[in-house]
């Protein structure tokens, strides 16, 4: 093996366990503030609604999925936030990253054809997550079938004796030792340990800040080494998408290489210029975009491991449930499968020739409704 | 960055020299030969078909491969890969119309005094196609230097042939046939050696050799 798949791995490796700290390090911040406090601040976010848009603008601000899901896995698992609220804001990431493609997508704006078919393969995507929202949300606000199904599903997880779902497991001790080494060395700090000593507040608020950084960072560099160690094999999986087209494979080949890179922004923008270029047909790039949503609720499975409740877990596999139900629901549906490519390339249409309105809709969409969304509904 | 296609690239850029050395051999032969020219017109534009369809893989693997590395992409490599492949694309084209010239009618094989000729030109580019399928796998730099020299010298002397039909300083018994296949034999050198400039001269400077 070459030197540096094996420093790749390594890092990768050192990365994933600092990702699963840097969680733990977000429940001890919130456990820091206390009870009292949190009740207060949970509050704020009043509604389901809210709850939707807040996951998509911290989506959009942190142009991460996988970043949003692993906070509220952190937060659900520290009993900040419940999941009649998590889950509105996990649904709310997945609308929220599509952003990163779209704006990919700009790269072609000098060549009208090209753009509008990067345009379209990338707003499909946002057409799609849009549509799983309108149509599972109400369902899950009416019925609360996700949350069932995914207490359900934990239980049966942890009846198994998963090692990681165990409150004494090894690899919870391992991630309570990195973060309890995290804590001590902060403590060292003469300015930190006064603020602990004196204002246990602001210093809970500073560890919360750090373990979101170190989450947004950890994720960073698992993905970036992830894909370098990968690299041979995304080719390989999006060549073969090439050579079969759509359907089932390419679902397959969308969850293979997110899985992979630990982000579905990464598979969605390499689809974008391959798009762009004509060489894949926007139909046939749909299903990896499928796939993408599935292999990306990993990295919330993953964070569950780290947090002490099961709510932790349950609220990852709700990731899980959502995408998974939602591509099993539109894909096999010819009629329902093509609303999103349909929308997304009317839209691309009227862009081409009017670029502001692709600019304008990445704003309204992204920015303008989400915040007005919040402010209404609080 | 990856291997994995530009392995692939380099693969499919051999296969497409290998096809364009059979079309050459196929298409002198019958214009040099006794060949049967039904027998070989569906073998012979099959062969640039497949040649074709390799020549749009590569550039769809080329595609693929910038959209991968998109962060550290080798854009010279890419660009070099995209000339490469469109002047090997092109011999088959040429291997083409020396066929045509064998299905007008024309034949050279009864030509005596030309035919050595023709045929150590014939040898010597069909060499030069062989050679440059080495350069790819290898990538030796004096290798391609040398195919570039050799290749640039067979150009020269097509030249001054047909400099010489043009002013009737060379009688043959088919000038016309005889021009466009020396037209066509010298386009057929000169993709092979753009092809070489392609390995190893900065992109500014590949196809210009003697600049």
């Known amino acids: 093996m070459k030197k540096r798949p094996v420093l790749n791995i390594l890092l990768a490796t050192f990365f994933l366990y600092f990702f699963l700290v840097s969680i733990k390090l977000l429940e001890k911040g919130i456990k ?4 009292e406090y949190t009740d207060q601040l949970f509050q704020s976010v009043s509604s389901p609604f809210a709850g939707l848009l807040v996951g998509t603008l911290a989506t959009v601000l942190v142009q991460s999925s996988s970043v949003t899901t692993a906070t509220i896995v952190g937060l659900v698992g520290s009993g900040f936030l419940n999941l009649e609220y998590a889950i509105p804001m996990v649904m709310g990431a997945n609308i929220g990253t599509t952003v990163t493609n779209t704006l990919v997508s700009f790269g072609h704006v000098r060549r009208e054809q090209e753009f509008k078919r990067a345009f379209a393969a990338s707003t499909m995507h946002d057409f799609f997550n849009l549509m799983a929202v309108l149509a599972l949300f109400p369902l ?16 049966a997880i942890i009846a198994t004796g998963f090692t990681a779902t165990k409150p004494n497991s090894p690899i919870k001790a391992a991630i309570k030792s990195g973060a309890n080494f995290v804590v001590d060395f902060l403590s060292r700090i003469p300015f930190i340990d006064n603020l602990y000593q004196n204002s246990y507040r602001i210093y809970a608020g ?52 997110t899985f992979s890179v630990q982000s579905s922004s990464i598979t969605t923008s390499i689809l974008v210029p391959i798009v762009g270029s004509g060489i894949l047909a926007i139909e046939n790039a749909f299903p990896i975009t499928l796939g993408a949503n599935i292999g990306t609720t990993i990295t919330a499975v993953l964070a569950s491991f780290a947090v002490e409740t099961s709510d932790g877990l349950t609220i990852a596999l709700c990731h899980v449930f959502f995408n998974l ?29 009017r670029k502001f309105v692709a ?17 209404l509904f609080n | 960055m990856s291997d994995y296609s530009l392995d692939s690239i380099d693969a499919k850029l051999g296969e497409m020299l290998t096809n364009s050395s059979h079309m050459f051999d196929l298409s002198m032969n ?47 490599l890419l660009l070099a890969y995209m000339t490469m492949s469109k002047d090997i694309e092109r011999i088959g084209d040429y291997c083409k119309n020396i066929f045509e010239i064998a299905e007008t009618g024309n034949s050279f094989a009864k030509e005596a005094e030309e035919l050595d000729y023709f045929i150590s030109l014939r040898d010597q580019i069909s060499g030069f196609i062989v050679s440059l399928q080495t350069c790819l796998s290898l990538d030796e730099e004096d290798k391609v230097q040398e195919l570039i020299a050799s290749g640039a010298e067979v150009g020269k002397e097509i030249d001054e042939k047909i400099t010489s039909l043009l002013e009737n300083k060379l009688e043959v018994k088919y000038p016309v046939a005889t021009t466009l296949f020396y037209r066509y034999l010298k386009r057929v050198n000169l993709h092979i050696v753009n092809a070489a400039t392609a390995i190893i001269m900065p992109t500014d400077q590949i196809d210009y050799i003697d600049e």
């Open chain 1, 32 to 35: 820091t503030l206390g009870a």
């Open chain 1, 140 to 155: 899950q606000l009416a019925t609360g079938f996700l949350t069932k199904m995914s207490i359900y599903a934990t239980d």
């Open chain 1, 206 to 257: 500073l560890l919360i800040f750090l373990a979101i950084l170190f989450i947004f960072l950890s994720l960073k560099n698992i993905v970036s080494n992830m894909k370098s160690l990968m690299l041979n094999r995304i080719e390989f999986g999006l060549d073969r998408a090439l050579a079969k087209g759509g359907g089932v494979v390419a679902i397959i080949i969308g969850i293979f290489i």
């Open chain 1, 325 to 353: 139900i939602s591509v099993i629901v539109i894909y096999p549906i010819k009629p329902l499968r093509e609303i999103p490519i349909k929308l997304a390339t009317a839209l691309s249409n009227a862009t081409a020739k």
């Open chain 1, 359 to 375: 600019i304008l809709y990445v704003l309204i969409t992204f920015v303008l409704l989400p915040l007005l969304g919040i402010v």
């Open chain 2, 30 to 76: 019958c214009l040099l030969g006794d060949t049967n020219l039904d027998t070989v017109k569906e073998n012979l534009y099959s062969t640039d078909k497949t040649i074709n369809e390799l020549h749009r893989d590569v550039r769809r693997e080329l595609i693929v491969h910038s959209a991968v590395n998109s962060r550290n992409l080798d854009v010279p």
